[in-house]
Nanobody, 123 residues
Framework: QLQASGGGLAQAGGSLRLSCAAS????????MAWFRQAPGKEREFVAG????????YYADPVKGRFTISRDPDEKRVYLQMNGLKHEDTAVYFC??????????????????WGQGTLVTVSS
């Protein structure tokens, strides 16, 4: 079970930091990602980090503004969001793939999901 937190209201140009934690296990061997879903739209990939921590991947709309990371004890994954735009408004979900897997941008490839945290950016 994954738990996402850190969402809220921010002004355009501001920052928020999302956090994803596993309630019962370490995330050390899991490739993790953040997705988002805006009202009336499909869920879309935002950022992913390889289970080894050796690589990350970002969707074009967030490149240079968002950073995905995982903490040293491997129990949390973060999404630092800077330079927020109104179009970043969405519910953000963290997701985990099976152990030792590669980064994917396809929601169906992820087996574990958090409950979502709402990010609202005022213009």
């Amino acid at each position: 079970q994954l738990q996402a937190s850190g969402g809220g209201l921010a002004q355009a140009g501001g920052s928020l930091r999302l956090s994803c934690a596993a309630s019962t296990r370490t995330l050390a061997t899991y490739t993790m990602a953040w997705f988002r879903q805006a009202p009336g739209k499909e869920r879309e990939f935002v950022a992913g980090i390889h289970w080894s921590g050796s690589s990350t991947y970002y969707a074009d709309p967030v490149k240079g503004r968002f950073t995905i990371s995982r903490d040293p004890d491997e129990k949390r994954v973060y999404l630092q969001m800077n330079g927020l735009k109104h179009e970043d408004t969405a519910v953000y979900f963290c997701a985990g793939r099976v152990a030792f897997s590669e980064i994917s941008v396809v929601p169906a490839d992820f087996e574990s999901w958090g409950q979502g945290t709402l990010v609202t950016v005022s213009s």
